[in-house]
């Protein structure tokens, strides 16, 4: 039994995901999930309480799969800003839901209040970064990081000049993904770690590893 209510859990956060990705939390209809999830109402609101609890849930779900499909890399930071912005590009319902999150659940301060805020361990890490001596120390972490995933998002779904889509000219993606990680280098790692950098793109053993290691 416990198998199959955990079954019916993941089918309605699923259906869900996709509900309020297209229409926001005030749009999202609670019979379209069951629909969709082949639940009922009754089984909605008694595995979550309420539609607003099922919209947390499935921003929680999404924030939590972003944070392990690319894990902060403070050696190889300006490439995790271009990760984190191709992982947008894959998955556009992050930010529909966080954009109907912002309109919808919280309108201003941290978007991530009502989840326990920006996780505690990825600013620590900014912050070990910047002890190290790789990432700049004038900025406080939870700045630093905001900056960083905005800047990722500058092409995002939710961008107020241009969106990317998959369709994209493989020429505009490349042109994109080197502005990105020129300005993140620039803006947010020390001249230190610019000069490693170089230096290992330089490498051609280097260059051939990390070619393996992406195929």
């Known amino acids: 039994m416990e198998r199959n209510a ?17 229409h926001g939390l005030a749009g999202g209809r609670v019979d379209r999930i069951a629909e969709r999830a082949e639940a009922n109402k009754a089984q909605i609101y008694h595995y979550f309480g309420s539609k607003e609890a ?15 499909a690319v894990p902060l890399r403070v050696e190889d930071f300006a490439d995790w800003v271009v990760d984190i912005a191709d992982y947008y590009l894959r998955e556009p ?15 201003h301060g941290d978007l991530y209040a009502r989840h326990g805020g920006i996780s505690p361990e990825v600013l620590d890490r900014v912050a070990d970064g910047q ?3 790789a990432l700049v120390d004038d900025v ?32 505009v993606r490349e042109r994109r993904r080197r502005a990105l990680r020129r300005t993140a280098a620039a803006a ?9 950098n170089r230096l290992r793109a330089a490498d051609p053993a280097d260059r051939a590893a990390r070619t393996e290691e992406g195929s």
Do not use: H, K, Y
């Open 54 to 68: 099922l919209f947390d849930r499935v921003f929680d779900a999404f924030v939590e799969a972003n944070l392990a």
């Open 6 to 22: 955990d079954a019916t859990r993941r089918r309605i956060i699923a259906a869900a995901s996709e509900e309020f990705a297209e």
């Open 131 to 133: 002890r190290s001596g």
């Open 188 to 196: 947010f790692t020390t001249e230190r770690l610019q000069e490693q």
């Open 93 to 107: 319902d992050l930010i529909r839901l966080g954009t109907w999150a912002r309109l919808e659940r919280t309108p």
């Open 140 to 171: 406080a972490p939870v700045d630093l990081f905001c900056m960083a995933v905005a800047l990722a998002g500058t092409w995002a779904q939710a961008s107020i000049n241009i969106t990317a889509t998959a369709d994209d000219p493989p020429e």
